[in-house]
């Protein structure tokens, strides 16, 4: 059945927008991530303008990252102090991610720009998590025990300033790389159309060395109110983001993930951690492969002004 | 049906008018759209209108039917274009040179009853846009493309804006009812931008412009597709905070119904 998108200005076949919704939300209730980074390709590439589909996706991470917070807030599993010093760094970067994002779009660059981050920071991301788990996958069949993380270990950033005490995270860190960290994965969030658990988690875990059980909960916490700051902020600069299309995304993402995460349950860790890092990889790969191809097509057209902008 | 019935109705009233008063040339040619406003719902998928006209001159004329030509021409709202080539650049393939072509339609499509270049003299296409070749490409002035490519943008934004159905030329599409009335259809693709859109139709007589009519078609979204797009574009924050609450709504929806036990 088509439907008209009344933003994107242009009709989809709605029940392939919802497999697609559907989908990626089977993989992220899989994998316990939002999923943005394989929904916003998805959509790219299936001939949705970048724009809208960057825009668009912040606002089903909203519905996505909503749907999981409720769960952790029951288990009291979110650092509200965490997550409210990495919200604020996470709305700043949103914004400077919206002004950048008119910028490149208006001499040109934007969907080189995305192909290029796509590539840097999934092929990065990819390429540790597929290290980390294909260890960890070798230590246990070889029957090793897990080196346990020393509480006392500390790092570089352990030594900065302004240090604030987190009670819940059993932290007591400067809170500068809280906000820089915030304000990195809210810029790449708006520029990329993505939430940025997988470069959050990690983040959180192995730098600020924030325990595995309040991780998750913070991180989406957080998402969630970034993306909803860029969804606005994309409302009212790129005016681009199709609520037709979210909901329909939405919809099929919210039910995909319920099947995922009952999935997930039946497989290991470090072997989702292992399909995870191939799938994250893949996609870098995709856009690596479009940026060193010769184009189909040299020519690209772009419209301003007037109708239809 | 009924819209073709009163086109027709309107056609024939033109006849009568344009008989009643020979003199008067502008009453040579006439013509009727199937409808004067395309309306974008929900379902909307790309359509199509039909135009009636009646060349009472071709008959009224002593010389040979075949010296007289038509094209119609459908114009929507001006846009300014960025058309851009990618270039390597440091193993990767990125977009170099750029040509703004400024004030184009949005949307175009030309019909006629030959060829564009048999109807008329080059200049005289040129000056009233007919056919793909001789539409008005202004560019502006700041390029960074080198004259003698220059040629290839053009080509290329064409051919680009005819690949998404918005540019179109349909030669010998205009067919004739009988020796004076005509018709043509001019698909709409279901992209095509809002605004108010020119109908011209020319009439020629061995090259030379003996008559044009001209027409509007508001193309509009109506309904819920208005009513958003209209939000998105002048309260945007009402536009972005109703979809964070939406999506709220949506994913907390989903995490009651889905409740793990």
Redo the contacts between chains.
């Keep these: 059945m ?3 998108l ?2 994107a ?3 989809v076949n709605i029940f392939v927008i919802f497999a697609m919704g559907g989908a990626v939300g089977f993989l992220s209730g899989l994998f316990g991530i939002g999923g943005g980074f394989l929904l916003t390709p998805l959509l790219i590439f299936s001939g949705i303008p970048p724009a809208v589909s960057v825009a668009t996706v912040t ?2 991470v ?10 952790y807030w029951r288990r009291k599993a979110i650092d509200l102090k965490l997550a409210s010093i990495l919200l604020a760094g996470g709305v700043f970067g949103s914004l400077i991610g919206v002004i950048l994002f008119d910028v490149l779009q208006s001499v ?2 934007l ?2 720009v995305i192909s ?1 981050s796509y590539v840097t920071f999934l092929g990065a991301i990819g390429g540790l998590m597929l290290v980390e788990s294909v260890r960890a996958i070798r230590r246990r069949k070889s029957g090793a025990a897990p080196s346990a993380r020393k509480p006392g270990q500390h790092n570089w950033i352990h030594g900065l300033p302004l240090k604030v005490r987190f009670r819940q995270s059993k932290l007591y860190v400067s809170v500068i790389p809280v906000v820089a960290l915030g304000a990195i994965i809210g810029f790449l969030g708006t520029i990329l159309g993505i939430g940025g658990g997988f470069m959050m988690v990690p983040a959180l875990i192995y730098l600020l060395r924030v325990p595995t059980n309040i991780v998750i909960g913070t991180s989406l916490f957080q998402i ?1 109110f970034t993306m ?1 700051a860029a ?6 600069g790129t ?1 681009t ?1 199709d ?2 299309l ?2 329909t995304l ?2 099929g993402g ?2 995909g ?2 099947f995922g995460a009952r999935m997930g349950q039946n497989l290991r860790g470090d072997q989702l951690r292992l399909l995870l890092a191939l799938l994250v990889l893949g996609v870098g790969l995709r856009f690596a492969v479009d ?5 189909d ?13 | 049906m009924i819209r073709f019935l009163l086109a027709s109705l309107f056609v024939l009233t033109g006849l009568v008018a344009g008989t009643a008063q020979e003199e008067d040339h502008s009453k040579d040619l006439v013509t009727a759209l199937s409808s004067d406003m395309v309306s974008i719902q929900s379902n909307f998928t790309g359509t199509e209108i039909v135009i009636f006209g009646q060349a009472s001159h071709i008959a009224d004329s002593s010389g040979e039917a075949d010296d007289f030509q038509l094209a119609i021409v459908v114009e929507g709202p001006p846009q300014d274009i960025t058309t851009r080539r990618k270039g390597r650049f440091l193993g990767v393939w990125v977009n170099r040179e750029a040509e703004r072509f400024q004030n184009v339609p949005s949307f175009y499509a030309v019909a006629s009853t030959a060829d564009i270049g048999q109807i008329a003299h080059r200049n005289v296409l040129d000056e009233y846009s007919i056919g793909l070749n001789h539409i008005n490409l202004a560019v502006s002035g700041v390029s960074n493309v080198a004259l003698s490519d220059r040629d290839d943008f053009r080509r290329a934004f064409v051919r680009l804006r005819e690949e998404t159905g918005l540019y179109s030329e349909r030669e010998t599409s205009i067919e004739f009812l009988t020796d004076t009335m005509f018709r043509t259809k001019i698909p709409l693709p279901a992209n095509i931008p809002v605004g108010d859109y020119t109908v011209k139709s020319y009439l020629f007589n061995q090259g030379e412009l003996v008559s044009e009519t001209q027409q509007i078609l508001a193309v509009a979204k109506i309904g819920f597709e208005q009513v958003t797009f209209e939000l998105a574009q002048n309260y945007p924050l009402v536009y972005g905070v109703l979809a964070v609450i939406l999506a709220i709504f949506t994913g907390w929806l989903a995490g009651v119904i889905f409740k793990k036990d």
Excluded: C, N, W
């Excluded at chain 1, 969804?231 to 009212?236: E, G, K, L, Q």
């Excluded at chain 1, 940026?291 to 184009?295: C, E, H, R, T, W």
């Excluded at chain 1, 097509?297 to 902008?309: C, E, F, M, T």
């Design positions: 088509q439907l008209y009344p933003i200005e242009i009709p606002t089903q909203v519905a996505s990252s909503a749907s999981a917070v409720v769960t040109g660059q969907d080189l290029l969630l909803a969804t606005i902020f994309h409302a009212m005016k983001v609520i037709v979210a909901m939405m919809i919210v039910i993930a319920q940026l060193l191809l010769i184009p097509d040299l020519y690209s057209i772009a419209i301003r002004k007037g109708a239809g902008v």
